[in-house]
């Protein structure tokens, strides 16, 4: 009977020492965030998290408490201190653990600053807009891009599934850039299309706060299966071991280094960039492609079709009004929308004006970076290309864009990803305009994925006519 009255009351204690620590920084939310991290849960669990916070910030402002130990910040200040602070910002916390791939440490999931440092070193190059300009890279994305074309003729007189060939072209361009020349061919080759399938078609959110809050529940829980990908796990094992990679792939530069590196170290880092690769860029284009069809941006999609036409033989770099398209779908739809935790310094820290203890966990989520500050961005629920064409406020729209994070930990794909993007969309849009079909029902609202994924059930069903026609 004592211990279980003594546990009790040391947790009682704990609570209230949190709550009297959490009412002393006077950080703005409900008053059930001094006292209880349940609310938060609940929200993460049900997937609803971005939304609840973004409201909460809507009431409160930019700064707002969301746990006694948790704070969410939608201000440039906050963005800076936490993610660029020192050049990398503050430490990850363990929910970054969750990134682990065959059960080893790659660069997106170290949690201190060094140890990304070190790792970011040995392949940063490879991610430089003059390499992943080389030729043979581009070469094997125009490729690609030849097989969505394919599959958007074909679909001439009905309704093609844009989300499915989208998310096959980025695995397709994300695992050339790693291997080629042991890439995917997710269009054409049915076995790689089941790689696609299996990363993308999975919906395992539940199950991933249950293994990052509850890891002992987690080795018996069976109602929420984990996220399983022996496909894809296995084929990069495979070429890990077996390609003689090209001197443009990231795959070469990490076997040059395998002094540094096991074969599975380089192999688990090779599969986080392709698994990241794939939905990110995938969900971005899908959601900027639906954007576009819709009847109130086909204005916009006229005034692509123009600046791809005029300029047949420009550069993909020299095309504005295509990267204001980009940023703008981006900005209102970002691929990973939510929060991005970080760990106070163990000394504190002092934030917007509010001093925060070490071990506070703090974070910036994109969906509240580029919806909340109305002056930045007017009108922000709308998509308007035409203000990144714009000279004033130029500057402070740049440095609130969150799309790829920010910091010496900000999304090393980026250029990467902008490229794919680009030549996918200048043959698409050079030749054919696209519509929302009628078969497609529902929306393409963002839910709080950590690496978004979708259930076969949901699709982004368009219609391709060819231009003139």
């Given at each position: 009977?004592?211990?279980?009255?003594?546990?009790?009351?040391?947790?009682?204690?704990?609570?209230?020492?949190?709550?009297?620590?959490?009412?002393?920084?006077?950080?703005?939310?409900?008053?059930?965030?001094?006292?209880?991290?349940?609310?938060?849960?609940?929200?993460?669990?049900?997937?609803?998290?971005?939304?609840?916070?973004?409201?909460?910030?809507?009431?409160?402002?930019?700064?707002?408490?969301?746990?006694?130990?948790?704070?969410?910040?939608?201000?440039?200040?906050?963005?800076?201190?936490?993610?660029?602070?020192?050049?990398?910002?503050?430490?990850?916390?363990?929910?970054?653990?969750?990134?682990?791939?065959?059960?080893?440490?790659?660069?997106?999931?170290?949690?201190?600053?060094?140890?990304?440092?070190?790792?970011?070193?040995?392949?940063?190059?490879?991610?430089?807009?003059?390499?992943?300009?080389?030729?043979?890279?581009?070469?094997?994305?125009?490729?690609?891009?030849?097989?969505?074309?394919?599959?958007?003729?074909?679909?001439?007189?009905?309704?093609?599934?844009?989300?499915?060939?989208?998310?096959?072209?980025?695995?397709?361009?994300?695992?050339?850039?790693?291997?080629?020349?042991?890439?995917?061919?997710?269009?054409?080759?049915?076995?790689?299309?089941?790689?696609?399938?299996?990363?993308?078609?999975?919906?395992?959110?539940?199950?991933?706060?249950?293994?990052?809050?509850?890891?002992?529940?987690?080795?018996?829980?069976?109602?929420?299966?984990?996220?399983?990908?022996?496909?894809?796990?296995?084929?990069?094992?495979?070429?890990?071991?077996?390609?003689?990679?090209?001197?443009?792939?990231?795959?070469?530069?990490?076997?040059?280094?395998?002094?540094?590196?096991?074969?599975?170290?380089?192999?688990?880092?090779?599969?986080?960039?392709?698994?990241?690769?794939?939905?990110?860029?995938?969900?971005?284009?899908?959601?900027?492609?639906?954007?576009?069809?819709?009847?109130?941006?086909?204005?916009?999609?006229?005034?692509?079709?123009?600046?791809?036409?005029?300029?047949?033989?420009?550069?993909?770099?020299?095309?504005?009004?295509?990267?204001?398209?980009?940023?703008?779908?981006?900005?209102?739809?970002?691929?990973?929308?939510?929060?991005?935790?970080?760990?106070?310094?163990?000394?504190?820290?002092?934030?917007?004006?509010?001093e925060l203890p070490g071990g506070s966990i703090v974070s910036c989520q994109a969906y509240s970076m580029h919806l909340l500050d109305e002056e930045v961005f007017p009108n922000a629920e709308k998509f308007l290309p035409e203000r990144w064409l714009e000279k004033e406020g130029e500057m402070e729209r740049n440095r609130l864009f969150f799309a790829f994070a920010s910091g010496g930990r900000g999304c090393i794909g980026k250029n990467l990803a902008l490229v794919e993007m680009k030549t996918v969309?200048?043959?698409?849009?050079?030749?054919?305009?696209?519509?929302?079909?009628?078969?497609?029902?529902?929306?393409?609202?963002?839910?709080?994925?950590?690496?978004?994924?979708?259930?076969?059930?949901?699709?982004?069903?368009?219609?391709?006519?060819?231009?003139?026609?």
């Amino acid at each position: 009977m004592l211990m279980p009255l003594v546990a009790s009351l040391a947790w009682v204690i704990f609570i209230f020492v949190r709550a009297i620590q959490a009412y002393q920084t006077n950080v703005p939310g409900p008053w059930y965030t001094h006292l209880t991290t349940l609310v938060l849960k609940y929200h993460e669990f049900t997937k609803n998290r971005r939304l609840w916070i973004h409201e909460l910030h809507r009431r409160y402002g930019p700064v707002v408490r969301l746990s006694p130990n948790e704070v969410s910040f939608a201000n440039l200040e906050g963005m800076k201190e936490i993610y660029q602070s020192g050049g990398s910002g503050y430490d990850k916390t363990e929910f970054y653990d969750l990134f682990k791939q065959y059960n080893h440490r790659t660069m997106f999931s170290t949690l201190n600053r060094h140890d990304h440092s070190q790792r970011k070193k040995l392949f940063a190059e490879r991610y430089a807009m003059t390499n992943i300009m080389n030729s043979q890279i581009v070469e094997g994305f125009q490729q690609r891009t030849a097989s969505v074309m394919k599959k958007c003729e074909a679909s001439l007189g009905t309704c093609l599934d844009i989300y499915v060939v989208l998310h096959c072209y980025a695995l397709d361009c994300a695992s050339h850039f790693l291997l080629n020349p042991g890439g995917t061919d997710t269009l054409n080759n049915p076995q790689h299309f089941k790689m696609m399938e299996e990363l993308s078609y999975h919906d395992s959110i539940k199950q991933r706060w249950i293994q990052y809050y509850w890891p002992l529940l987690d080795k018996i829980n069976t109602f929420f299966s984990p996220k399983s990908t022996p496909l894809s796990k296995n084929y990069m094992i495979d070429r890990v071991q077996n390609t003689e990679a090209q001197e443009s792939s990231l795959l070469h530069r990490l076997q040059a280094k395998s002094a540094q590196l096991s074969s599975v170290s380089i192999a688990a880092e090779c599969m986080d960039h392709m698994a990241a690769g794939i939905d990110t860029t995938g969900d971005g284009l899908c959601f900027l492609m639906h954007e576009l069809s819709l009847p109130r941006s086909q204005i916009f999609q006229k005034r692509l079709h123009e600046e791809i036409i005029q300029n047949p033989e420009v550069k993909l770099n020299n095309l504005p009004y295509l990267d204001a398209v980009i940023k703008e779908g981006l900005r209102l739809f970002p691929p990973i929308p939510m929060s991005l935790p970080r760990y106070v310094p163990r000394e504190g820290s002092t934030i917007s004006g509010y001093e925060l203890p070490g071990g506070s966990i703090v974070s910036c989520q994109a969906y509240s970076m580029h919806l909340l500050d109305e002056e930045v961005f007017p009108n922000a629920e709308k998509f308007l290309p035409e203000r990144w064409l714009e000279k004033e406020g130029e500057m402070e729209r740049n440095r609130l864009f969150f799309a790829f994070a920010s910091g010496g930990r900000g999304c090393i794909g980026k250029n990467l990803a902008l490229v794919e993007m680009k030549t996918v969309l200048r043959e698409i849009y050079g030749r054919f305009v696209t519509t929302v079909a009628p078969e497609m029902k529902g929306d393409m609202a963002i839910d709080d994925q950590i690496i978004a994924s979708r259930p076969k059930d949901q699709t982004c069903l368009l219609n391709f006519e060819v231009i003139g026609q």
